[in-house]
Each structure stands twice: as C-alpha cells, then as structure tokens.
C-alpha cells in the first residue's frame, strides 16, 4: 500500500495549487481518502475527505477552507485531487492524504508573498 502526494510549492497569497494523491498496492475505488495537513507546532488536522464514489453528498471539508478547496477522485488513475484556491499564509502547512490506514509522505504548501 503506497500513497504519493504531489504538486506542494510556494504560492502567493490569493494563489492556487491543486495536490495529488496517487496510490497503489490496494483497492483504491473502495475506500474513503482524506486530506490532513499539519504545520510547524500544531497537530495534523483533517482537511477534506471524500467516500469512494466520489458523490458530492459524502464529502466534507474542515470550516477553515469550506468554499476555497475542492477535493475530487479519479477512480481510473487511482488518485485523489485537492484543488486549493484562495489560499492565505495560515493555509501553509505538510499536506498528507491517508487512505486505508495509511499515510502517505507529505508535501509542503507555503503560502507567503
């Protein structure tokens, strides 16, 4: 089981990033994938999560990005997409996405001008 985040960088405030998450080595259609993300002296908090069809009734985004972040899946590429708009500096965190009990390694997100 192997899950590989992707497309972190620095972003001006105001700016875009969309992550990725591609797995393998498991039934990816099946399960639930999440979105955490952790900065430097906090805990690790959950982001989004989607159900494994995808359905727009079974996701649910953390207050702090409801209406700027998207998550989406590609159950054909095996990947999970976080679409981040609208970022501010306090969106800067190690992103992580965890599937079926595990993590995958992170990918900085740095939001400042």
């Known amino acids: 089981v192997q899950l590989v985040e992707s497309g972190g960088g620095l972003v001006q405030p105001g700016g875009s990033l969309r992550l990725s998450c591609a797995a393998s080595?498991?039934?990816?259609?099946?399960?639930?994938v999440s979105w955490y993300r952790q900065a430097p002296g906090k805990e690790r908090e959950l982001v989004a999560r989607?159900?494994?069809?995808?359905?727009?009734?079974?996701?649910n985004y953390a207050d702090a990005v409801k209406g700027r972040f998207t998550i989406s899946r590609d159950n054909a590429k095996n990947t999970v997409y976080l679409q981040m708009n609208s970022l501010k500096p306090e969106d800067t965190a190690v992103y992580y996405c965890?599937?079926?009990?595990?993590w995958g390694q992170g990918t900085q997100v740095t939001v400042s001008s």
């Open positions: 965890k599937s079926m009990g595990t």
């Open positions: 080595g498991f039934t990816f259609s099946s399960y639930i």
């Open positions: 989607i159900n494994p069809a995808g359905s727009s009734s079974s996701i």
